[in-house]
C-alpha cells in the first residue's frame, strides 16, 4: 500500500499503454528517441514548452547535480540530462512511474545520465547539500503540509543552489471543479494560494528571485489542446493515457477552472538560504 495519491495515479499498465499507442504510431520500439516521447512524458500544464521555459529561468548548466522531485514518467529529467547536460536524478511517490521512467530511459539511450527511484517528496531518500538543484513540476497540489515539502526540498540543496517549480496554486474564485488531473475529488487535493506559499518559503530562509503567473498561457494552451482534439479526436499518444478514462472531464475542468481563476499557475526560481 502506498496510499491515496500513490493510488490515484496508478492507473496500471502505463508502460504498455505507452508502447502500444507508439508501436500504433509506426515508432520502432527499439530505436525510440526523446523526442518520440514528448506527448506523453510531460504530465503538466503545456508540456514540453513549460519545461524547456522553466529550466531557462534557472540558467542550468551541464554537469550539474538536479533533484526532479514529482518526477512522473521521467520526461524533464530526461529533457535536462539530453539538453542540459545535467547529472539527474528523479524521484516519485509511485511505483509504476518509476518503473516507466526507468524503462524508458533505457529505451532512448539515457540509462547512464538519469537514475529513478521510488520515495516521498516529504523524505526524500538523499543526504543533505547533495544538489545543485531541486525541480518540481505540478507536485505539492497532492500535499497538505507545504512546509515540510519546501524544507525538504531545500534540505538536500548545496549552499546556494536553487528550487524551480511550475505549479498550481489556489485561485481567488473558490474551490475548483473536480475531477483534474491531480484529484479525483477534494480528499488529496491540496491547493494553497501563491502569496501562502511565499510566506512559507520566506520563513524557511528562501529568497523567490523570479516568480511569473503563467495562468493565461496555460489556458490559451488548454484551449488549444481541447479544440484540436474536437477536431481530429484523441491522439493515439498523450497524457490521457496517464488520467484513465475520466481524462476528458480532467481536461475540461482544468479549463473552466482557469477561466473562472479557481486556480492559478506559476512558475519560480528560488534560492536556498547560505549554510
Not at 59 to 67: E, F, I, P, Y
Not at 110 to 125: I, K, M, N
Request: hydrophobic share 45%; with cysteine; glycine share 10%.
Amino acid at each position: 500500500m502506498h496510499g491515496p495519491v500513490a493510488d490515484h495515479y496508478a492507473v496500471g499498465g502505463v508502460l504498455d499503454s505507452i508502447l502500444k499507442a507508439l508501436a500504433s504510431l509506426g515508432k520502432d520500439l527499439d530505436a525510440l528517441t526523446p523526442h518520440d516521447l514528448a506527448p506523453v512524458d510531460t504530465f503538466h500544464i503545456r508540456g514540453r514548452e513549460a519545461t524547456v521555459e522553466l529550466a531557462a529561468r534557472a540558467g542550468l548548466a551541464a554537469g550539474m547535480k538536479v533533484l526532479d522531485s514529482g518526477c512522473g514518467l521521467g520526461g524533464s529529467a530526461r529533457y535536462l540530462a539530453l539538453d542540459h547536460g545535467c547529472e539527474v536524478t528523479g524521484v516519485d511517490l509511485t511505483p509504476e512511474y518509476v518503473e516507466a521512467a526507468t524503462a524508458l530511459a533505457g529505451r532512448v539511450g539515457l540509462a547512464d545520465r538519469v537514475t529513478f527511484r521510488q520515495g516521498s517528496a516529504l523524505d526524500l531518500p538523499f543526504a543533505d547539500n547533495g544538489f545543485d538543484a531541486v525541480w518540481t513540476e505540478h507536485v505539492q497540489m497532492n500535499i497538505e503540509d507545504k512546509r515540510a515539502f519546501y524544507r525538504e526540498s531545500l534540505r538536500v540543496l548545496k549552499p546556494a543552489g536553487v528550487l524551480m517549480f511550475h505549479d498550481i496554486f489556489r485561485g481567488d474564485a473558490g474551490d475548483p471543479h473536480y475531477p483534474v488531473p491531480w484529484a479525483d475529488e477534494p480528499s488529496i487535493s491540496f491547493l494553497s494560494t501563491g502569496d501562502d506559499v511565499r510566506r512559507t518559503l520566506d520563513a524557511l530562509g528562501a529568497q523567490v528571485l523570479d516568480w511569473e503567473d503563467t495562468s493565461e498561457r496555460s489556458l490559451d494552451w488548454f484551449r488549444g489542446v481541447l479544440a484540436q482534439r474536437q477536431e481530429s479526436g484523441t491522439p493515439a499518444l498523450g497524457i490521457h493515457l496517464l488520467m484513465g478514462e475520466a481524462a476528458p472531464a480532467k481536461l475540461r475542468n482544468v479549463v473552466r477552472n482557469l477561466e473562472e481563476k479557481r486556480i492559478a499557475v506559476v512558475q519560480a526560481v528560488v534560492q536556498a538560504r547560505a549554510r
